[in-house]
């Protein structure tokens, strides 16, 4: 996401360096798991060190046409050959399934922390945010930390540790040949990094390219009927064909670059062996080597430059790890806007240390609200919520309705001013407790992929049936339930039944209801459905805004003559209050919404 | 979060479509399908010149993959072992050579493949766009657009992979297989026979863990899709989360489909953990006894040192071959799946269309009639539109209202012929839409869509989308009569302004000014307006009512209304219930009668 509130981001921007240690870091719990990891890599590497001296001891002391002794030589060769790579292959059991869990675990407590403050960030976060962007965030950037911390950081320490050992080794049999195998090396690391200075740039653009041919596709369906209506089927096509054509030329240039990378690799190593085969040759002839060293040496000179090639994919996978890095602790470093104080009280304990209950008494005390350092949404709104009040908020879209009634279960603070509900500051009382007490409908109704029970017991997993049923029924939304297939066990998304928005709507208010909560807020409860579900939803409301204090943006008439408080608002202040009566003639804005908007019907 | 789906419904949500796209080679077929080979092939076939190089590249590279062993054992035995110097520096010269063929060789193959694969890709891409292109509504209807997406992205690139890389790699490695095992005996019959003992264990392992690996990585998509899914649902609802203070139970479902994900990627390692020491056992186990048997046979003058060299040389590049082949399998199965879902799209015909008579549609001057038209969408859902009458006279508005469902949207899909109707007739100025061609008839109506569809790009281009060629004065003159000049030039980037999804950066009603801009640039004959339900504020409310009344002016229009101002300055309110039109007539008229418009209208409009 572009644009996380510049308030809360962290100031600071660390190094990559300091970025990839603390990635390392999540690898702190599991150090135990990791260690031995490593244990098992270094023995790993023991043993390939091993293999190619004996085969070459077997090829110099086991091929004598003689004798028993001989004979002798080839069987101990053999068979330590074959006990040696049965205990590496138990070496790289564990080795690999420690480095795997040991990175799963990474990925899991990442995921685990990611997930908790996104559902913890406040409001102010989540209106500024991508869901996409947050999914990509904690699905494929922390997939890349998983990487890093265990597969590529082991290949790196791993690779360099079997390229100096093989180094060493090649250098200690015969230092003159040695060193003209490790000729080898620099041009493979030239080759290298040449290529992913090139390719790496331009794998970004062809995956964007990539990317821009399926949002053509994808955009071109979504819109089908817009593209027939039109008749642009034609000209679809040749945009199509246009980003399609610029694929195909990236790609094609890509595919020339690596149908050379990979070959040209192989041949400095194999022109090196080359080398070597004619080199050792000539040193054998001469009977300053053996043949059996010789073959020794080319296959240490094929484990001297196989890390070459992994570690040409694993440095760019690095610096990507590190870029995700960087997205993943924006998140988590982020604070929520709307936090408890230490050590807050619950809101009833509170009230009952003042041996009081819950009434429902919410005061605004010259309360305003601006986002960041943007223009102020909220000046100087003060009123009262005496309880079981019905308090409707009228005024034009961006007056700041919706916002004052999200200040009341704090999915904002106030940035001037105070809240009160009974008396009590509502930023001294826990989170939870406050809003435990508060029944909200919001503007856009967001139900969950599970059945119609789980939904509506959503604020409540442990009401009863009859509950759940009488929750429903004060919704009007009873009967529509039993007339599904499976009542209230019918699942509600794409594999269960579709449900309009009305009904939906309904869901959402039992869900409200079932809390049974002291204040009940209502944002746009009636948007968007046919007069039919209209009508039935605001049954619903009527009956549900008796004994509480209700919150309601309305745009009914019905609604707005029986509030006992109107609050007409513009530009962010209350412009007018009172009854429908006294503001019929006091107020021309509300005489203006009136006429246009409550006499209509629909907004 | 996903509470219970676990268990019952794995695919909800955004997770239906997750899994299709994450699902790689999630649908298998039979490895091989001659029908779907065949139709595939053809599509190599413009391609020939560069796929014989890219075979006769291929026979290069198999032959000097097989010559340089050779040629080391020949060092070896020929003067190595008889101290040739002179002999010893003219074979490496050869082999060098050997080997920068065989570099030039391999890049080659590999960039004429790559090339001939990316270019049948890109056809493959724009032949499925085409065709989609001619498919009715009705396809887009009953396919999630994310699963039609997917066959041509993803589907057709593991086509490709098949089509252009499989084949080759079929015959390379089959030709070195083969290589190798003649080559090996002739050198020594015996000590060939005996390394051969190996590649039946070696196949055995390699198909017990393609099996297992099959199941176990599938596993991890499986949990994968869940970890996004449950995600995803947390951010969708994270509000009512947090208004009802559900916080902690969300976190717990999401650390178990967190942890389940998590065994799931260790468990299908695990196996590769096993599988890679198995094979790497096996090659030893090959090299073993390549080294005692060989060595044997070397002591007792049977075969050269060289023999037993290149034995050694030819044993490690023996497997390679083998293991590319049964991968190779794995991909042909999913290829060949892939590749039937591709052909089913290409072969789908569209349900509506042109007749080979089919005529352009003369300009029309706006009368629209229904005549006892019923209709349903698919033959196996029930009729939507029964025996439906309606004459619409050039230049009249007529508004269709009546709750959700009754068949108002229907009636609009038919007068522009997205469906062709089941029964009865669609005339305009008395011509049947089904005898002209759907160009020529869409070219003359207009569309302004309920959700206010917007392509991603810049508003001008989203105007200038019904008529690309239009001069930027016409967009301008467009915006204007649709009222959204004035907030347009009020973005910094005024008409090139990226529209983006959401309600991002044009607000919904801002939307709509923009979708009427584009119908008034084609200046239709006849429109179709789906009037938008969501509340906006009543500045750009009165905004939209003036662009929609000089938009209607003079055309014939059909509104799916929502509004009382429209209602009521319509010339014909036409009430639908359940598929029938029960009521025409203006707006007193029908109040007049008392009947169910009455009842609509007190129900709706009067609080």
């Excluded at chain 1, 809003?435 to 017991?457: K, M, Y």
């Excluded at chain 1, 869900?511 to 002291?518: C, G, K, N, S």
């Amino acid at each position: 996401m572009q644009r996380i509130s510049s308030e809360n981001r962290p100031s600071t921007s660390p190094s990559q360096a300091q970025i990839l240690w603390r990635c390392f870091g999540y690898l702190r719990p599991h150090w135990k798991i990791t260690a031995g990891a490593y244990l098992m890599m270094v023995l790993i590497d023991a043993v390939a060190m091993i293999n190619p001296q004996l085969i070459g001891w077997a090829i110099d002391h086991g091929l004598e046409a003689d004798s028993a002794s001989s004979t002798g030589s080839l069987t101990l060769a053999v068979g330590a050959l074959l006990v040696l790579v049965l205990v590496k292959g138990l070496f790289t059991y564990f080795q690999g399934r420690w480095t795997e869990v040991a990175s799963q675990n990474v990925a899991y407590d990442l995921r685990n922390e990611l997930q908790r403050k996104i559902t913890q960030l406040s409001f102010s976060f989540h209106d500024q945010s991508e869901a996409g962007d947050l999914l990509s965030r904690t699905i494929q950037d922390v997939e890349r930390i998983r990487f890093l911390t265990g597969r590529a950081m082991f290949r790196v320490i791993e690779g360099s540790l079997l390229m100096l050992v093989t180094a060493v080794v090649m250098i200690v049999m015969n230092p003159l040949l040695g060193l003209m195998a490790l000729l080898a090396l620099p041009l493979l690391v030239v080759q290298s990094i040449s290529f992913g200075r090139v390719f790496r740039p331009l794998s970004v653009v062809i995956q964007k390219q990539l990317a821009t041919v399926t949002t053509r596709v994808e955009q071109n369906l979504r819109g089908a009927r817009v593209v027939k209506t039109f008749a642009q089927e034609e000209a679809e096509i040749e945009r199509f064909e246009a980003e399609n054509r610029r694929w195909f030329d990236l790609s094609a240039t890509a595919a020339r670059l690596q149908a050379v990378n990979m070959p040209r690799l192989h041949l400095i190593a194999n022109l090196s062996s080359v080398v070597i085969l004619w080199y050792g040759g000539t040193l054998v002839i001469n009977g300053q080597l053996t043949l059996g060293e010789l073959v020794a040496f080319t296959t240490y000179m094929a484990q001297l430059v196989s890390p070459v090639r992994f570690l040409g994919m694993i440095l760019p996978a690095i610096s990507m790890a590190a870029a995700s890095a960087e997205r993943i602790f924006e998140i988590l470093d982020t604070v929520p806007e709307v936090h408890e104080e230490p050590g807050a009280p619950e809101l009833l304990e509170r009230l009952a240390a003042e041996k009081r209950v819950c009434r429902g008494h919410i005061r605004f005390e010259n309360v305003a609200f601006s986002y960041g350092r943007h223009a102020s949404i909220l000046k100087d709104i003060t009123f009262d919520a005496l309880p079981d009040q019905v308090v409707a908020l009228l005024g034009p879209t961006g007056s700041g309705k919706t916002t004052v009634v999200n200040l009341i279960p704090r999915f904002y603070d106030p940035s001037a001013g105070r809240i009160t509900l009974d008396g009590v500051d509502i930023r001294e009382v826990t989170l939870n407790s406050l809003r435990a007490q508060i029944g909200i409908v919001l503007q856009e109704t967001t139900l969950f992929a599970a059945s119609i029970r789980e939904n509506i017991t959503f604020g409540r997993p442990d009401a009863t049936q009859e509950e759940i049923e009488a929750a429903a029924r004060d919704a009007q939304a009873h009967e529509f339930i039993l007339q599904t297939q499976k009542g209230y066990d019918t699942p509600v998304g794409e594999r269960g039944i579709t449900l309009s928005g009305g009904q939906k709507q309904r869901i959402a208010i039992a869900r409200a209801l079932l809390t049974d909560p002291r204040i009940l807020i209502l944002d746009d409860a009636t948007s968007s459905v046919d007069s039919e579900t209209e009508h039935l939803i605001q049954l619903a409301l009527e009956r549900v805004m008796q004994a509480r204090t209700t919150f309601v943006i309305a745009h009914r008439l019905s609604t707005v003559q029986r509030a006992d408080l109107i609050l007409v608002l513009d530009k962010g202040r209350i412009v007018a209050s009172g009854k429908h009566a006294d503001l019929l003639t006091a107020s021309p804005l509300y005489q203006n919404i009136y006429n246009q908007q409550l006499k209509r019907g629909k907004g | 979060m996903g509470f219970g789906i676990g268990v019952s419904s794995p695919g909800m949500g955004p997770r239906g479509i997750i899994e299709q796209f994450s699902g790689g080679d999630n649908q298998r077929g039979a490895a091989f399908n001659r029908r779907v080979v065949v139709r595939l092939l053809a599509y190599l076939k413009p391609y020939k010149r560069p796929m014989l190089l890219a075979c006769l590249a291929m026979l290069v590279v198999s032959g000097l993959t097989l010559l340089t062993p050779y040629l080391l054992k020949e060092a070896v035995d020929q003067y190595i072992s008889q101290g040739d110097r002179a002999g010893l520096a003219h074979i490496s010269l050869l082999t060098a050579a050997a080997f920068a063929g065989l570099y030039l060789a391999t890049a080659g193959q590999q960039y004429l493949l790559a090339w001939v694969g990316q270019r049948v890709l890109a056809n493959l891409r724009s032949a499925l766009f085409r065709h989609l292109q001619q498919l009715s509504l009705g396809y887009h209807d009953t396919h999630i657009v994310g699963v039609t997406v997917s066959r041509v992205m993803n589907d057709v690139a593991t086509i490709n992979e098949l089509l252009s890389q499989g084949i080759i790699t079929l015959l390379g490695d089959t030709l070195i297989l083969v290589g190798i095992v003649v080559i090996m005996l002739t050198m020594s019959p015996r000590l060939a026979l005996l390394t051969f003992i190996v590649l039946p264990l070696m196949l055995g392992v390699t198909m017990w863990f393609s099996s297992r690996a099959r199941v176990a990585f599938r596993e991890t998509r499986t949990r994968v899709a869940r970890v996004v899914g449950d995600l995803a649902e947390d951010i969708a609802g994270v509000r009512v989360i947090q208004a009802f203070g559900q916080e902690d139970s969300t976190q717990e479902r999401f650390t178990q489909v967190n942890e389940a994900n998590r065994d799931a990627h260790i468990n299908a390692m695990t196996l590769s953990f096993i599988f890679l020491p198995a094979i790497e056992f096996l090659g030893v186990l090959s090299t073993a006894i390549v080294l005692w048997f060989g060595g044997r046979a070397v002591a007792a003058d049977e075969i050269t040192l060289g023999v037993l060299v290149a034995f050694l040389s030819y044993v490690t590049r023996f497997f390679q071959p083998v293991q590319e082949l049964s991968r190779l399998y794995t991909t042909m199965q999913s290829a060949m799946a892939g590749g039937e879902q591709v052909l089913k799209l290409l072969d789908s015909p569209p349900e509506v269309q042109d007749q080979p008579e089919a005529g352009e549609m003369p300009q029309i001057s706006g009368r629209v009639s229904l005549d006892h038209v019923s209709f349903r969408y698919r033959p196996d859902l029930p009729e939507v539109l029964h025996d439906v009458n309606l004459m619409i006279e050039p230049g009249q508005t007529v508004a269709l209202v009546g709750p959700t469902g009754a068949g108002k949207t229907s009636i609009g899909n038919l007068i522009a012929r997205f469906y062709d109707v089941s029964a009865g007739m669609v005339a305009i100025d008395g011509i049947d839409v089904r005898t002209v061609t759907q160009q020529s008839l869409h070219r003359q109506i207009g569309l302004v869509p309920q959700d206010s569809f917007l392509f991603s790009g810049s508003i001008a281009e989203n105007i200038r989308f019904g008529r690309p060629q239009a001069s930027d004065a016409e967009v301008e003159e467009a915006a204007r009569l649709a009222n959204a000049h004035d907030f347009i030039i009020a973005k910094p980037d005024g008409y090139q302004t990226r529209v983006l999804e959401g309600a991002a950066n044009l607000s919904v009603g801002q939307r709509q000014l923009v979708c009427i801009a584009r119908a008034i640039l084609t200046n239709p004959r006849i429109l179709i307006l789906d009037e938008a339900t969501s509340n906006v504020d009543s500045m750009t409310e009165s905004l939209i009512q003036g662009a929609l009344r000089k938009l209607l002016q003079g055309r014939t229009a059909v509104v799916i209304a929502h509004r009382l101002s429209t209602i009521r300055s319509a010339d014909l309110i036409c009430v639908v219930q359940d598929g029938q039109i029960v009521e025409q007539g203006n707006h007193d008229e029908l109040l007049e009668r008392g009947g169910a418009y009455r009842a609509l209208y007190q129900r709706q409009f009067s609080g």
